[in-house]
Structure formats: C-alpha cells, structure tokens
C-alpha cells in the first residue's frame, strides 16, 4: 500500500511539473555530456601517450657543414667518428637502455622529408644538404633520455639530441586544457541542474503543501512524505544521465571508431567499451546529484 501511494505521488508530481522536469533532464544531459566527453578525452590523451610514448624515438643529429655546436668545431662528421658513435652506442654502458639504434644519411632523412610533406609547399624548399644525418634510437624505456643526451651531447661528430617527446608535449598540453574546459563548462551546467533541480521540488511541495498537510495529521512518517519529492528529481537525473551516456556512446562507436580510426589509421583511439565504462559513474553521479540536491531542499521547503 505505502509502495503504491509513493508511485503514485511520483506519478503525479511529474505529470503536474512535467515542463520542469523535462528542463532537469535536459540540463542534466547536457552537463554530464560534457562531463563525459571530459573523462572521455582524457582516456584519449592518456592512450596516445601510451601508444606515442612506445613509438618515440631519440635523435642523435650528427655534424655538417655550418653546424655550430662545439662538438662539431673540426666540420662535418667524419666516417671515424661516426664509427665511434655507433660503437659507444653498442657499449655495455648504452646498451642497456636501447632497444633498437638506426643510422639515416642526409639522403635517406631527404627522402622520408618529402614523403611527410609530400602535400606540403615547403617540400620544394629543401635540399638533402640542408638535412643531417643521424642515429635514430628507440629507448626501452622512454622516460631514460636523459641518459642518452648526456652520454652523446658532448661527444665529438654529435651536434644535438633531441628527443620526439618535445614534439608530442605541445600537443598533450592543448589536449589537457581542452579537457579542462570540457570540466569548466560541465561545472557550469550542473550548478545550473542544481538550482533547476531544487527550484522544481520546491515547487512541488508548494503545489502540494495540502496534501503533505493532510498526510502529517494522519501521521505519515517524514521519509514518507519526502520521499515522493526526492525520487522525482532522481528519475529525471538519471533520464538525463542515461541520455547522456547513449549519445557518448553513439558518438564514440559511429565517428570514432567508425570514422576516426579509420582515417587516422596511424593513431590510438578509444573505444565504444570505454564509453560504456564512463557510463555507470554519470548514471550514479546523476542519481547522487539530484538525491542529494532535493533532499536538501526538502529539508528547507518542506517542514515535516
């Protein structure tokens, strides 16, 4: 009996504020939308920095005419001392931390130039002189640079080392601010379902303040009466969150994976899966929202 006057005072409630309710859900869509998309983005950056990460590789830039680092004060690198390179690389001191060591001519670096800007006008500008030979090392371990910069930095025939990490570094950090203010514009929107979502339970107890009167005077309990209240923001919350993790998934699965992955074959994506994994937090955080948020309000608005 208590079950079904609790479902049916949610039935009514919604009903009477239907144009309400439909605004929380709508709010709610939108800011755990953006919530997702957030989380989302960041599982993205985090996997393209595991997948760049491994591919990374060191660049041991060696002398040529004009080079101005001090290593290469007697001119371009002789065959000598490219010979000593590649032995020191293989020396049990290096060895180690290297996985794979690669030597590319100014015409093999001249080549892969015009491959990667073949749609590019700036291919036209360069010549293969202007490129420098160079030992391309993959490291075991990423995060070990340091030790080869410092080993080969200084040593004679070796202009500079640079590491492929500078590169990636710029793009992770827009990357990041784009996640942050993906977060920003979802904070925004759920102070917005906040203020929506208690405006709309204090205008169900007002609407309805004769019938909580009544219930009082036949000695309905406090949970009782609240709960009708309580569970109305909860149903359109989770509406909301539920919306919000279709259309996630919808976009992951059909433009991600579908498109994405396909044009940029070269990339790490993420999943529909991992949509699914976000899904279970936005429906919780949902619920907690608007549980949290009407109880509160109750508590002000409705005096039991």
Request: aromatic share 10%; net charge neutral.
């Amino acid at each position: 009996m208590r079950a079904a006057f609790v479902l049916g005072e949610i039935g009514h409630g919604l009903r009477r504020n239907l144009t309400m309710v439909i605004s929380i859900v709508l709010v709610t869509f939108v800011s755990l939308t953006f919530v997702g998309a957030a989380a989302l983005l960041q599982l993205q950056i985090n996997q393209m920095k595991g997948y760049w990460y491994d591919k990374v590789e060191v660049s041991v830039f060696l002398c040529q005419q004009g080079s101005v680092s001090p290593s290469c004060a007697s001119g371009a690198v002789t065959t000598q001392q490219r010979e000593a390179i590649t032995a020191q690389l293989r020396s049990p001191s290096f060895a180690p931390y290297i996985a794979s060591a690669q030597f590319e001519s100014s015409d093999e670096a001249f080549t892969r130039f015009r491959d990667q800007f073949r749609n590019s006008p700036i291919v036209d500008s360069v010549t293969a002189d202007q490129l420098p030979s160079s030992f391309r090392i993959q490291l075991k371990d990423p995060t070990t640079f340091g030790v080869i910069q410092e080993g080969f930095s200084s040593t004679p025939g070796v202009d500079t080392v640079n590491d492929q990490r500078e590169l990636l570094e710029p793009l992770f950090s827009k990357l990041n601010q784009a996640s942050v203010f993906a977060l920003g514009t979802a904070a925004v929107m759920i102070v917005c379902a906040v203020l929506l979502i208690a405006t709309t339970i204090r205008l169900s107890a007002f609407s309805r303040r004769r019938e909580t009167s009544i219930m009082r005077l036949v000695g309905a309990s406090r949970s009782v009466i609240q709960l009708p209240f309580v569970l109305e923001g909860i149903i359109a919350a989770t509406i909301g969150a539920l919306l919000a993790s279709a259309a996630l998934w919808i976009f992951t699965r059909f433009y991600v994976e579908d498109y994405l992955s396909r044009e940029s074959q070269d990339l790490a994506f993420i999943s529909a899966a991992d949509a699914l994994l976000v899904a279970p937090a936005l429906i919780l955080f949902g619920i907690v929202l608007a549980g949290t948020c009407s109880a509160l309000t109750l508590r002000r608005y409705l005096k039991v």
